[in-house]
């Protein structure tokens, strides 16, 4: 990386930090942490202690454990407190999952607890002046205002906008407010993130995430990466990936429009034209059909649907492939070839994969591909979904979402009255709180509120066309970038239109200062996780319980704390937390726990009680780190982190559950087969699985859910206490609060859910086989007419969605390059937490677009000069040139954690004083444009079109 130019705020701020260039890099641990730095893994450590000797050395220590707050690796931290000051840390050499490693974000972490840049009291914008606020008049002010917004617009006119920060507890206490609020306009970073997954492996096999882990990577023979860098998103778990290779002769192929880091450790790289991943995959199933590499018997126990996807896949021949994607046959035939000849395997896919219009036909394609390989349900194979934040798969499952309750209940009136029992309020009272019209012909109740990715329009389009009785009229910013949204210029817009704006974040964020407003933006200072307790859910479903490392610095308050400060002011305390104790403002978090182990039967949170979890936590050492399972010791024979589900409630001693959809397993010990929840025929043929079932199952072949009437009818009703039949009674085991459903399913072997075929087509998605279809705005105009997009919807998530009139437009012309953004090691999600940190600014001082050397020489420019990137919907950015064979003639490159500037204006002077991150740069999604996927709404980054002339 050649861009060593100091930007200038670098500079003015260099001795607030007391250090220079040259000095850190001497003195830092950190100066080799740039890229893959997860140097203790496995082996004697090489990573020093970050320290800050700021109290007296000869004071008490006091060791934490805390869990790494950057990406969804989960990786633990041995925090070191003297005198209620974090002085130093380490990275937990017997934590199962980073085993001593660290990434240099991780490495930071002590400097994000103790940030200099933080919000450090409530705050309100009056004329264009940040003015202190207590946190009573804050209060004061923003419950009046939006209880004036509810009487005027009604409730879904203020949206409530979470975090994948929040830990498990404040993420679903966060949902619960704004149900009883009275909305599903809520939503969370998930939705730009792996919406597109959870939706589509969900509605493949039964649950929307990570089937293994990064643990059991160890015993993968092959592995193909597409759509995902790891080497810089998640450098840990290539810690892991690099094991497989290293010691199980594991085979990595490499599928990126760019050159990545990742690729630079594959056995095969290729480079996929952006928005082709159907197309390729489809590719590769060609081969694999065509030499008989099925596998066959588990196709015909356990899948439904593939003889529609032969006859898909069949059109794909291999001069179509290459037509479409770029990739020439030897490569299609050499990744069939390797992942037939290496198995078991998984694939990994990130936002690459997810973040595209056809989103979800992406995700389903990679599944499918799975399933004919027969790699499903095995150690060393499954589908490795790496999440991003440290929470976004817990957010997500806790229900911070516009179209579900939490647990995945959707919002259907049986969903809610489930939630309304398990939270002590009365259906009837929760009914009236939502807005009770319909429009065209549904409720607000239930109905999926507009998502994150479209709150731009639910601000701006005309409310004539919008599914609920007024424009959203003001936001909460609760723990959320903007700058990671696309369509930047018009979320300016939407900015200034809003009535009003609330930012809680432990940092401002670029919220905070790109606006364009005078008046009426408040800026509420929560805290970082390091400042209260709770757990966070990794990417593998392992549930972490975090240690609280030192108080409440400045002003700042704990999310959950906030929430019920504005519940008391709204009048809703009470509802909020009927069931869980509050001291001194703060609602118990154990007590939260409890409340949603009595709920969440659906993926099972039921098992993990605060003393399982914390039992965990205290006992990283006992658990072998491949197996995960502890040996010996009090956790003796669970897996660690009691990843979902766990089944039934917290006595049953459910282990938890590895490796999911596993027959080889009994289900008590944490097997499992595909869920039934699809309905158990479809045009006359049997969805449930034939001659397959877990260890130990006494129905040994498939079978529907389980319901209270199908105990009867198997005789096994009596098995139940009788304080069980009572609450058994008309429940099934998702709705029976009893848990003795599921734990009388389980005695006889059987998986609550059922036993199902996994199915290939999607009968109620708009494309039932996952079809290519060419992004909306595309350089290549000879392919729209033969996979042309959708056309455009009046109804998905209450807005409609333009597709066809986008794509009908042909501006290649005019911008010829595809635009495409991913992340970098040193940063993460929008930036300002991690550009706030002065360890990490020193690493990457640069926003920068990585270009080509023709495209450069073609336009005349070089390395380093700066450029306009402008995108083909007139939004531009002002970078620095990185001139790289990285990217492909034709394609640039942006990276998404850099805010601060807007199309060439420094807003720095906007931040409140003091809070102006160390680094700031153009936000990539400036320059990015409008495209949805029709399931989930998530936005396309992807594959866009730009122009780049030099500044």
Request: glycine residues 10%.
């Amino acid at each position: 990386m050649k861009l060593t130019k100091r930007s200038d705020n670098v500079s003015k701020d260099e001795n607030q930090f007391g250090i220079s260039r040259r000095s850190f890099l001497r003195n830092s641990s950190l100066a080799a942490a740039g890229g893959v730095a997860g140097a203790g893994l496995f082996a004697p450590g090489m990573m020093k202690k970050a320290e800050a000797k700021t109290v007296d050395p000869q004071s008490p220590t006091e060791v934490k454990r805390t869990i790494c707050s950057h990406c969804s690796v989960g990786c633990g931290i041995y925090a070191e407190v003297q005198e209620g000051v974090w002085t130093g840390q380490e990275p937990a050499f017997d934590h199962p999952f980073n085993a001593g490693g660290h990434c240099a974000k991780g490495a930071a972490l002590r400097e994000h607890g103790h940030g200099e840049r933080r919000v450090k009291y409530p705050m309100k914008l009056v004329d264009g002046k940040w003015k202190k606020l207590s946190w009573e008049q804050a209060l004061d002010e923003v419950s009046q205002q939006i209880m004036k917004i509810r009487e005027e617009s009604g409730p879904d006119s203020v949206y409530w906008l979470g975090s994948a920060k929040h830990n498990n507890e404040q993420a679903y206490l966060f949902r619960k407010l704004a149900s009883i609020w009275g909305t599903n306009n809520i939503d969370h970073q998930a939705r730009i993130c792996h919406s597109t997954t959870v939706a589509g492996v969900a509605n493949t096999w039964g649950y929307g995430a990570m089937t293994n882990s990064l643990n059991d990577m160890h015993n993968c023979k092959s592995i193909l990466f597409i759509g995902s860098n790891p080497a810089e998103a998640h450098p840990v778990a290539m810690q892991h990936i690099l094991i497989a290779k290293e010691q199980n002769s594991c085979k990595i192929v490499v599928v990126d429009p760019r050159r990545t880091r990742t690729a630079a450790k594959s056995d095969l790289y290729v480079s996929l034209r952006p928005g082709s991943d159907v197309a390729f995959i489809w590719g590769v199933l060609y081969h694999i059909f065509k030499n008989g590499w099925e596998d066959k018997e588990f196709i015909r126990q356990r899948v439904w649907g593939m003889d529609q996807v032969r006859e898909e896949v069949a059109r794909w021949t291999p001069d179509e492939v290459e037509r479409v994607t770029g990739v020439a046959e030897s490569d299609v035939y050499q990744t069939a070839k390797m992942l037939s000849e290496n198995r078991p395997g998984c694939v990994v896919w990130c936002m690459g994969g997810t973040q595209h219009t056809t989103g979800n036909n992406n995700t389903r394609a990679y599944c499918i591909l799975e399933l004919a390989l027969g790699n499903l349900g095995k150690s060393g194979g499954g589908a490795n979904i790496f999440r991003g934040h440290d929470n976004v798969q817990g957010a997500t499952d806790f229900g911070v979402l516009s179209d579900n309750l939490p647990g995945y209940y959707g919002l259907a009136d049986g969903a809610w009255q489930h939630w309304s029992t398990v939270w002590g309020v009365d259906y009837e009272w929760l009914k009236s709180r939502f807005d009770n019209n319909e429009y065209n012909g549904k409720k607000p109740m239930n109905s999926a509120g507009i998502p994150v990715s479209r709150w731009i329009d639910g601000v701006l389009e005309d409310k004539a066309n919008i599914e609920q009785n007024d424009n959203i009229r003001a936001m909460f910013f609760w723990g959320h970038a903007v700058n990671s949204q696309t369509r930047g210029t018009e979320m300016k817009k939407a900015m200034e239109k809003l009535d009003m704006m609330v930012i809680v974040d432990p940092y401002p964020g670029v919220a905070a200062v790109m606006h364009g407003r005078k008046d009426n933006v408040y800026i509420l200072p929560a805290t970082t996780q390091f400042e209260t307790t709770g757990s966070v859910t990794a990417t593998n479903r392992s549930v972490q319980w975090r240690d609280q490392v030192i108080e409440p610095l400045f002003e700042s308050k704990p999310d959950h704390e906030i929430m019920y400060l504005l519940a008391k002011k709204l009048g809703l305390a009470e509802q909020l937390c009927k069931n869980i104790r509050v001291e001194n403002n703060q609602p118990v978090i154990e007590d939260i726990v409890r409340e949603y182990n009595r709920g969440m039967w659906t993926i099972g949170y039921t098992g993990q009680s605060p003393e399982r979890l914390k039992a965990h936590q205290q006992n990283w050492h006992t658990f072998n780190k491949t197996t995960l399972e502890a040996e010996g010791g009090v956790a003796n024979g669970e897996t660690y982190g009691l990843p979902w589900p766990c089944w039934g409630t917290p006595e049953m001693k459910h282990p938890g559950t590895h490796i999911l959809y596993d027959t080889s397993k009994t289900v008590a010990r944490g097997g499992g087969n595909f869920r039934a929840r699809f309905g158990v025929e479809r045009n006359g043929e049997s969805l449930l699985a034939e001659d397959s079932f877990s260890l130990g199952c006494e129905l040994e072949d498939g079978f529907p859910e389980f319901t209270d009437k199908m105990l009867k009818q198997l005789g096994w009703w009596d098995d139940l206490t009788e304080e069980e039949k009572a609450l058994a009674e008309g429940k099934n085991w998702k709705t029976d609060l009893s848990g003795g459903i599921q734990r009388v399913a389980i005695k006889h072997g059987c998986i609550p859910f059922g036993n199902a075929k996994a199915r290939a087509v999607v009968w109620t998605f708009p494309d039932a086989v996952p079809l290519h279809r060419e992004p909306l705005y595309t350089p290549r105009r000879d392919l729209v007419a033969d996979y042309p997009t959708w056309e455009d919807s009046q109804a998905m998530f209450r807005l409609p969605t333009l597709y066809k009139s986008i794509q009908d437009k042909d501006v290649s012309g005019e911008y010829p390059i595809v635009l495409t953004s991913g992340r970098l090691v040193e940063y993460e999600g929008g930036g300002d937490e991690t550009r706030s940190n002065p360890w990490l600014a020193e690493l990457q001082q640069e926003m920068f677009v990585e270009v080509n050397p023709k495209d450069a020489n073609d336009i005349g420019f070089k390395d380093g000069d700066m450029v306009w990137v402008e995108g083909a919907e007139k939004g531009r950015i002002r970078v620095k040139a990185m001139v790289t064979r990285r990217v492909k003639p034709g394609m640039a490159f942006i990276p998404f954690h850099f805010g601060g500037y807007f199309e060439g204006t420094d807003l720095r002077p906007n931040y409140p004083e003091g809070s102006a991150p160390y680094i700031s740069g153009e936000a990539a999604n400036t320059a990015t444009t409008y495209g949805y996927d029709p399931v989930t709404q998530m936005q396309e980054t992807k594959v866009t079109l730009c122009k780049i002339s030099k500044a």
